[in-house]
């Protein structure tokens, strides 16, 4: 989940994981391919840029957008099963060319205005095209594409405040999850809503893989009504959040996970970043004793919409290592 709000890094963080400073250590027939999408230029970044974006976003930075990465997670998937000759020798014989994924929709309804019709089942399929074009890496040239496809398996409405508003991972939000989850661990459940209560809503939030075997009914992708294309989010209203929260489900930390210290986002080739990035400083270094520039392209920052665009090759090596341990 991306936060609005930079003051608040102090005490919470985005998508799928806690700040680094707060880090504990811790099948069936695809529908056709959408047409790709033009790789998407970056998006100059100021200081007065940044001051204006904080001005008139919403509040969707206030919280986590998964629960705290544990020692626990990092065992969950070591470093050792996503490395190259690892993947290629024991993961990727194991796996198909393609995988197609069937994705349960569950647009959830608020009763307020603006809330009654959240999302059509056009907009539904168009939000799965974009995760599709993520996955192809048709947004940049520079992206490392993946196998994965998701179709639409079924879309369902349903009429509930109380769930449309309800705050992430909390009782209302498994409430609903228990309620209207269906399919296995290889099948998405994505949520459409508001974001949370009023006041301070999350662009998305996700669960990881691993914490499937436990409580399956949760395993999921939310994502806040706001950041569909053309929502109120501005500058996270192109689509990319359900790009960056199935990276979570698909066994991602962000890129600033662990921050400048040695483990980091377990993947070598993101460079460390000490903090997020609410932006598109293209040339931004916070961890200087690490090699290269910030990763504030990659879907797993918090980079505006327009900037992130890419999954490094490492990324994708550790999906298809989850995928099999966890999913396949």
């Known amino acids: 989940m991306r936060l609005v709000n930079r003051a ?87 796996l198909a060319a393609r995988v197609n994924i069937p994705v349960y929709a569950h647009v959830i309804k608020g009763k307020h205005k603006g809330e009654r019709n959240p999302a059509s089942r056009k907009r539904v399929r168009n939000l799965v095209a974009i995760l599709n074009r993520g996955m192809t890496g048709a947004q940049s040239p520079f992206s490392t594409p993946l196998r994965y496809r998701f179709f639409v398996k079924k879309i369902d409405y349903t009429k509930n405040d109380g769930w449309y508003h309800a705050y992430l991972f909390g009782p209302r939000d498994q409430k609903a999850k228990r309620k209207l989850h269906r399919g296995n661990a290889r099948s998405l459940n994505l949520y459409i809503n508001g974001g949370g209560p009023k006041g301070s809503p999350v662009l998305g939030w996700a669960r990881f893989p691993w914490q499937y075997k436990h409580t399956p009914a949760l395993d999921s992708v ?45 993947v070598a080739d993101t460079p460390a970043e000490a903090e997020p990035s609410f932006g598109c400083e293209g040339r931004r270094d916070t961890c200087a004793s690490d090699p290269g520039f910030d990763p504030v392209r990659n879907f797993m920052d918090y980079s505006l919409d327009l900037c992130m665009n890419r999954f490094s090759t490492g990324h994708v090596q550790r999906i298809d290592s989850s995928f099999v341990k966890y999913r396949q």
């Open 8 to 94: 608040a890094l102090t005490v919470a963080a985005l998508a799928v994981v806690s700040v680094p400073a707060l880090g504990s250590g811790a099948a069936h027939a695809s529908t056709p391919a959408a047409p790709l999408a033009a790789a998407k230029p970056c998006v100059k970044d100021t200081p007065a840029q940044r001051s204006s974006q904080a001005r008139s976003l919403p509040g969707s930075r206030l919280h986590r957008d998964t629960s705290p990465v544990t020692a626990a997670d990092i065992r969950a998937l070591p470093a050792a099963e996503t490395r190259a000759r690892y993947v290629n020798r024991e993961v990727r014989p194991r």
């Open 222 to 266: 939310s994502v806040n009504v706001a950041g569909l294309p053309g929502g109120a989010a501005r500058g996270y209203n192109l689509g990319d959040t359900i790009i960056h929260e199935t990276g979570h489900w698909l066994g991602l930390y962000h890129t600033f996970q662990g921050g400048c210290g040695p483990t980091g986002d377990t």
